[in-house]
């Protein structure tokens, strides 16, 4: 039961994290629960898929489908980080305060929940792919275990890995609105590079981009990979203690594009929103 | 979805479609590992620093196992009865532990580089 209990935590970390961080960036909007709630659905009926076509994929592209499917995904969630960062940059002034609240209801409803909703697909499915075929094999295999106690094992894991998700979140919106967003988008922007990150060490595995240079530093001596500081700085901004050249470049790539395009976009509006006048 | 964001990610494809015909394997030293009983055959392996070594772990377990060394960069599940290839390298002279995410506490291995 504990090794379910520990494999199932870890997968749902991640998950739990990146979902607490995106909900907590889009407070305030009307429907972002249901958005949400089909993000994970969708998620977990990808996961189950995944799960179930596992041989195929891996098999797949000449034995790289696992690596291209994870970078796929990966990186379509970067995108749509990347989205919402310039969105919000674009729409700065109407999301502070001193907007006023019909400028903000405006605002709100052309937002691309869509873009959050795929972000917590791509994390749950990622993430509950792995863990559905963890559980499936240990509980094939049993080993002297009953299915049940692995069952209660894992759903233990991932209600503590919930819970640390919702304290992230909380912790998040008892933020003044203004800092709530301003700390929210860095977060987004450090997770969008963070998946970059990752997407080109599963290329990288696959053989398909070269490494430009493996473990350029070793940082395990601050924090290791496998402790749980490392695991959640991992979750939140890609971190590995050993990084390769073009994860390094594409964290750093990924970063400076979404920060010159939000500044950009915020630079260049001219006019307030402009309310309708029977409003 | 903005046209400069959909030109982007058509290059990407594009790129990668580009990497997967051209990426070559045939000169990598190549070396198999085996998972049996939730355990890795060899427990310990030598490869050649500096070079580019080509994995593949052979799963003769009915059930998955997740194949995952942080210190080499690789993280793949294979099936049951399936094999999976990952590349590492190159890489510093040293010992680099890995373990099968699924049953840590019997499945783990050192790959010595040397």
């Given at each position: 039961m504990l090794s379910a209990f520990i494999v199932v935590f870890r997968e749902a970390l991640e998950a739990a994290l990146i979902i607490g961080i995106v909900l907590a960036a889009c407070?305030?909007?009307?429907g972002r629960g249901l958005w949400a709630a089909a993000g994970i659905a969708a998620g977990l009926a990808g996961a189950a898929a995944v799960a179930l076509f596992a041989g195929a994929i891996a098999e797949a592209l000449a034995n790289a489908g696992q690596e291209v499917f994870n970078a796929s995904v990966l990186g379509l969630a970067v995108l749509m980080l990347g989205w919402h960062c310039v969105w919000m940059s674009r729409h700065a002034r109407e999301m502070s305060?001193?907007?006023?609240a019909v400028a903000r209801a405006v605002s709100e409803g052309a937002r691309p929940l869509y873009a959050i909703a795929v972000v917590i697909a791509v994390a749950v499915l990622r993430e509950g792919a792995e863990t559905i075929l963890f559980l499936h094999g240990i509980a094939a295999g049993a080993e002297g275990e009953g299915a049940a106690s692995l069952l209660l094992g894992g759903a233990a894991g991932a209600a503590v890995a919930i819970a640390a998700g919702a304290v992230l979140y909380f912790g998040l919106i008892a933020l003044p609105m203004r800092r709530l967003f301003q700390v929210t988008n860095g977060m987004v922007l450090l997770l969008a590079a963070g998946m970059a990150s990752q997407a080109m060490g599963f290329l990288v595995q696959a053989d398909l981009?070269?490494?430009?240079?493996?473990?350029?530093?070793?940082?395990s001596n601050i924090?290791?990979?496998?402790?749980i500081a490392g695991r959640v700085l991992h979750a939140l901004?890609?971190?590995?203690a050993q990084p390769s050249g073009i994860q390094i470049a594409a964290f750093a790539a990924t970063a400076l594009i979404l920060i010159a395009w939000s500044w950009r976009v915020g630079r260049d509006r001219r006019t307030p929103v402009t309310v309708p006048a029977s409003a | 979805m903005p046209t400069r964001l959909r030109s982007l990610t058509l290059a990407l494809v594009f790129g990668l479609s580009a990497g997967l015909a051209t990426?070559?394997?045939?000169e990598d030293p190549a070396f198999t590992l085996e998972i049996k009983d939730h355990k890795f055959q060899p427990a310990e392996l030598t490869v050649p620093a500096g070079k580019k070594v080509k994995l593949t772990v052979k799963n003769l377990d009915p059930s998955p196992e997740e194949f995952e060394s942080k210190s080499l960069r690789v993280e793949k599940v294979i099936p049951g009865g399936k094999e999976g290839v990952v590349f590492i390298g190159p890489l510093k002279p040293g010992r680099y532990t890995f373990v099968g995410e699924f049953h840590e506490k019997t499945a783990k291995g050192v790959i010595v580089v040397q």
């Open positions: 407070r305030g909007t009307a305060e001193r907007a006023s981009v070269p490494a430009l240079g493996t473990a350029i530093w070793d940082t924090v290791d990979d496998h402790s901004c890609g971190y590995v | 990426a070559a394997r045939a």
